[in-house]
């Protein structure tokens, strides 16, 4: 994988973390102690984040560096989802699983049901 793609990558994953949390680009910045324009660099592939700052950011977004770096979801990760999915009734549950199932096929990774 070309350097490039790799912090483009590592940055969409940052944003989409980000903003998840709810957190804008100058909050981040200033919860990390670095300037806004750094954000916006990393989250646009432009710049690569240093090791100091990626422990800051994974401590900030509550994710695992393995997330931000590689994209792979920390056991951790899915156990805050799990106990989101466990405040669901029966009928809700169906249609998140039918959700997950078209979101799946969509990303190519064919019948993933259990």
């Known amino acids: 994988m070309g350097t490039n793609k790799f912090h483009w990558e590592m940055g969409a994953r940052i944003a989409h973390r980000r903003k998840a949390v709810g957190l804008t680009q100058e909050q981040l910045a200033e919860q990390m102690n670095v300037s806004t324009q750094t954000i916006s660099y990393i989250e646009t592939g432009h710049k690569a984040i240093r090791p100091e700052n990626l422990a800051k950011l994974c401590q900030v977004l509550q994710v695992s560096a393995d ?36 979101c799946l096929q969509l990303a190519g990774k064919g019948d993933q049901k259990a």
């Open 67 to 102: 997330y931000i770096l590689l994209g792979h979801v920390a056991p951790a990760e899915t156990n805050r989802t799990a106990v989101k999915l466990s405040s669901l009734n029966a009928i809700e549950l169906q249609l998140v699983e039918s959700i997950i199932d078209n």
